[in-house]
């Protein structure tokens, strides 16, 4: 069976500081991933998405940045974090088939001081 | 842009009665799939329920089910027997089938609050 993983669960962080996030998918290969972020009492607004190794689109231009590296890993990164960043980071995985559902990892919560 | 529109904050259900949930959704197109996902406090987002917009039959999951009105652009989600579990955000989201990249629309949210 699937299961996506994300770390840290819990990030406190200070304005100006970078920030790594990291989501791995294991039992699948080529997945499709993608990096959500969801602001207190707000749905959830898509960041970035990945259909490959190095394949990166962007949705919302902003302070952050995410890398491919590796099949099965996306990371979500930033030189210098602002408070708007603060959230709740969710990686989210489906299979390469256009009927296929989106699946969520167990979230990040970052809080930017 | 297609958009999903959740007018109910927050919602309250006695333990074994019926709640309703209402979504909206606005698209010029023909082809899509709509979801329910359930967010409970650990945060972690879990698929509910699942409606191809090309099947008419409503989707049902056990205690879940949805009314889907394409014509109206309406997709409520119906939990029978309600159990203090389902307290949770439930959110609807809606995704095209036309387009190669599957990017998920979601509304705000509904609260449901289970008493017992």
């Known amino acids: 069976s699937q299961t996506i993983h994300q770390w840290p669960a819990t990030l406190v962080q200070p304005v100006g500081s970078p920030l790594s996030l990291e989501c791995t998918v294991e039992?699948?290969?080529?997945?499709?991933l993608y990096w959500y972020r969801q602001a207190a009492g707000r749905g959830l607004q898509l960041l970035f998405y990945?259909?490959?190794?190095?394949?990166i689109s962007s949705e919302v231009p902003q302070n952050l940045s995410a890398s491919r590296p590796q099949d099965r890993q996306f990371i979500l990164s930033s030189k210098k974090l602002l408070l708007s960043d603060s959230g709740f980071y969710l990686c989210?995985?489906?299979?390469?088939?256009?009927?296929?559902?989106?699946?969520f990892g167990p979230g990040t919560r970052l809080t930017v001081l | 842009a297609q958009t999903v529109t959740q007018s109910q904050p927050e919602m309250s259900v006695q333990e074994a009665e019926t709640v309703t949930l209402s979504c909206t959704y606005d698209?010029?197109?023909?082809?899509?799939?709509l979801f329910w996902y359930k967010q409970p406090p650990s945060r972690q987002m879990i698929l509910v329920i699942r409606?191809?917009?090309?099947?008419?039959q409503n989707a049902t999951e056990n205690r879940f089910s949805v009314n889907f009105q394409k014509a109206a652009k309406s997709f409520s989600l119906k939990i029978s027997d309600s159990q203090l579990g389902d307290a949770a955000m439930y959110f609807c989201?809606?995704?095209?089938?036309?387009?190669?990249?599957?990017?998920?629309?979601f509304g705000t949210g509904t609260r449901l609050l289970v008493s017992p």
């Open positions: 989201a809606y995704r095209s089938a036309t387009t190669g990249f599957q990017k998920l629309v």
């Open positions: 409606q191809e917009a090309y099947k008419q």
């Open positions: 990945s259909v490959g190794i190095g394949q």
């Open positions: 698209t010029s197109e023909s082809d899509y799939y």
């Open positions: 989210a995985w489906n299979r390469d088939r256009g009927t296929d559902t989106q699946y």
């Open positions: 039992g699948t290969s080529n997945p499709n």
